[in-house]
């Protein structure tokens, strides 16, 4: 998770993320407010090679949904203790060795909805990145907190 700080990765830090996963590694970025200090930090060609979103907003939201089907978000609804959270957007681009999709949603109507995405590279390298908008330590029935930690670690590996 993030604080409200800027930068939130230094140079060095950008480059070891990215050697990182160039060797398969796996990375998972969880917290409210984080999207605007990832964006802004890690702007340029990290970010469009290896988190395929862009941070749109924060917003005030309560309720949050699993995407139906989603090994992580499945099935799983739950409200947030204080309801702030980052909205992303998914990139448009159909690159067949790259999968990208929606694990957690608000209000499916909302220009602001997407509040959870992940994404795995399925070309040499191969790597994984979930992104979520909201601080596990937010979902207030701490063994759905639990749930989402431990499934999202499950797709990681």
Known sequence: TSKNTSPLFYSQQKNDLSRYLQQGGALLFTGHHLGNALHDSLNGSFDKRYIRASFVGNQFTRRIEGKFGDEIGNSLSFDLDYGQS????????????????????????????????????????????????????????????????????????
């Open 86 to 157: 980052d909205s992303m957007k998914l990139e448009t681009s159909n690159n067949p060795f790259f999968y990208k999709s929606i694990v957690f949603q608000t209000n499916p109507s909302s220009d602001f909805r997407i509040v959870g995405v992940k994404f795995e590279s399925r070309d040499y390298p191969q790597y994984k990145v979930a992104w979520f908008g909201f601080g596990l330590d937010q979902v207030s029935n701490k063994s759905v907190g639990s749930k989402i930690l431990s499934s999202t670690i499950q797709w990681l590996r």
